[in-house]
């Protein structure tokens, strides 16, 4: 799949396209039915096939102080809307020169002018345009009047509940790993460069991978049984840790998930974490023999759980 920034010229041969225009963070079932819309609208019409997502988010511009609740990093997104049959991602550099752009700019001289598409596809409640001057009604409006169709897709529902990122937010941090990985269609996951440590895993048993948090939204503090994705394309199951690690001076916000029977090293690579199942907050233990015990017990329970049939 291609990736796009929008301030470089598109392609001639993307030009014409469908177009999902969204936020898309963590790509959840809502998202899936926009994107699966624009993906068989223009597989019927012989067109691309772009997702247009935003990078920064908007929130992070205007409100730059929030803390971090991103679900899907750009690499995530790119994968996930290649899985779901598209040709290419767009991306929507937030900053200021894009803020200012109006709802009439937006859908004239950018979708229309400077991406040439044929068609757009968006979710009930999308707003564009500077001071989200723009909304569904505006959209087709306009589009009419210069070629653009539109179609949009209504709330999907799961559980009684309208799919949505910030119930997925709610779950993650409430530890309810199984809520937030049924409203994603898969489990919440963490993806980084593995860094070098403090290496006290490693003298008690327990060496661990060292990942940063980034932009990712923090999920409940605590153990967690997880699987972590390698670079070649192995799975390894194992629990992690994600906080601050209390028993530790100085605090340090990490995840730093335990693999189990594998010894190779890490330093470097970039591993996915994939949250499974939450098996307890955070503690402070007062010795590391306690602390050690209790990692025993916690990967104890981590492999059943792990291994237990779907």
């Known amino acids: 799949m291609i990736r796009l920034d929008v301030r470089d010229p598109l392609p001639e041969t993307l030009r014409g396209a469908i177009i999902a225009l969204g936020n898309f963070d963590g790509f959840h079932l809502g998202h899936q039915a926009v994107v699966g819309e624009a993906v068989r609208w223009a597989q019927a ?9 935003f990078d920064p988010h908007p929130v992070r511009f205007f409100r730059p102080d929030t803390p971090p609740f991103r679900l899907t990093t750009l690499d995530q997104r790119q994968e996930l809307f290649a899985a779901a ?16 752009i109006t709802a009439d700019g937006f859908v004239a001289d950018l979708l229309h002018q400077q991406l040439g ?13 500077k001071a989200r001057g723009g909304n569904l009604a ?10 653009l169709a539109t179609r949009s897709v209504g709330p999907v529902e799961q559980a009684g509940e309208v799919v949505s990122s910030s119930r997925i937010r709610q779950a993650l941090q409430a530890g309810d790993c199984a809520s937030a990985a049924q409203l994603m269609t ?4 963490i993806r980084g460069i593995v860094q070098h440590g403090d290496k006290l895993g490693r003298t008690i048993g327990y060496p661990t991978a060292n990942l940063p948090l980034g932009t990712y939204l923090r999920p409940r503090y605590g153990i967690y049984a997880v699987t972590g994705t390698l670079p070649d394309g192995r799975v390894l199951q194992g629990a992690a840790n994600i906080g601050i690690r209390p028993t530790f001076d100085p605090p340090k916000e990490l995840l730093e998930p335990f693999f189990f029977d594998f010894a190779e090293d890490l330093y470097g690579q970039e591993v996915e974490v994939a949250f499974h199942h939450f098996l307890r907050p955070e503690a402070k233990f007062d010795t590391i023999e306690a602390l050690t015990v209790q990692m025993t ?14």
């Open 45 to 53: 019409e012989g067109r691309p096939a772009i997702v247009a997502t």
């Open 85 to 100: 049959g598209a040709d290419a991602m767009l991306v929507f550099t937030f900053d200021a020169e894009f803020a200012a």
């Open 117 to 129: 598409a044929a068609g757009v596809v968006t979710g009930i409640d999308f707003t564009f345009g």
């Open 138 to 147: 505006l959209l087709s409006e306009m589009g009419a009047a210069c070629g």
């Open 186 to 189: 898969r489990p919440y996951a």
């Open 297 to 310: 017990k916690d990967c104890d329970t981590a492999r059943k759980l792990l291994s237990a049939p779907l």
